[in-house]
């Protein structure tokens, strides 16, 4: 029978059944599960696709965009840039305006509603007197990409997040 080997201990003897794969090292309550090990995946394992011919062809998208109604005159030109660049690319898009960017999250959360293609998220973030810019920027952050990570639709993130208006 052949051996395993632990990192810090040594060779340990191979357990005898299929229901024993679990081995647990009694100084170190350590479990080492063979199945899991032969599982992994690597990144070797993944291909992408070759895209040719009528497959190439743009599909119509439908972009959610996300933006604040705060520091509009910062936010407006980002806006209008997204617009611009959405219409060239031929894609359909919905504005929602927010109050805030802390908005942003609920915003984007309500545009998954509507099974857009994509959402963006456009807000300007400036530190001012109080103590909430770092608490904002961290909430804003986690919370776009908890919801990023929750589902298949990309959350895009436009959000400058500055010291100052400069």
């Not at 959360?109 to 909430?132: Q, W, Y």
Request: proline share 5%; aromatic share 4%; hydrophobic share 40%.
């Amino acid at each position: 029978s052949s051996d395993l080997n632990h990192p810090q201990y040594g060779r340990l003897p191979e357990p005898a059944s299929m229901e024993a794969e679990k081995v647990m090292d009694a100084t170190s309550a350590f479990a080492v599960d063979k199945r899991s090990e032969r599982s992994k995946t690597q990144l070797s394992d993944f291909e992408l696709p070759l895209v040719t011919g009528a497959e190439s062809r743009p599909v119509v998208q439908r972009i959610a965009v996300v933006h604040t109604a705060w520091n509009s005159h910062f936010v407006a030109p980002m806006l209008k840039a997204c617009e611009k660049v959405i219409q060239q690319s031929g894609a359909k898009y919905e504005l929602i305006s927010v109050p805030g960017a802390v908005d942003l999250v609920s915003g984007a959360r309500s545009a998954l509603k509507r099974s857009p293609s994509a959402v963006v998220c456009l807000g300007v973030l400036i530190r001012g007197e109080s103590d909430g810019y770092k608490q904002s920027c961290h909430s804003l952050s986690q919370g776009l990409m908890r919801l990023n990570a929750q589902q298949d639709v990309p959350i895009i993130s436009g959000v400058l997040m500055c010291q100052d208006e400069e």
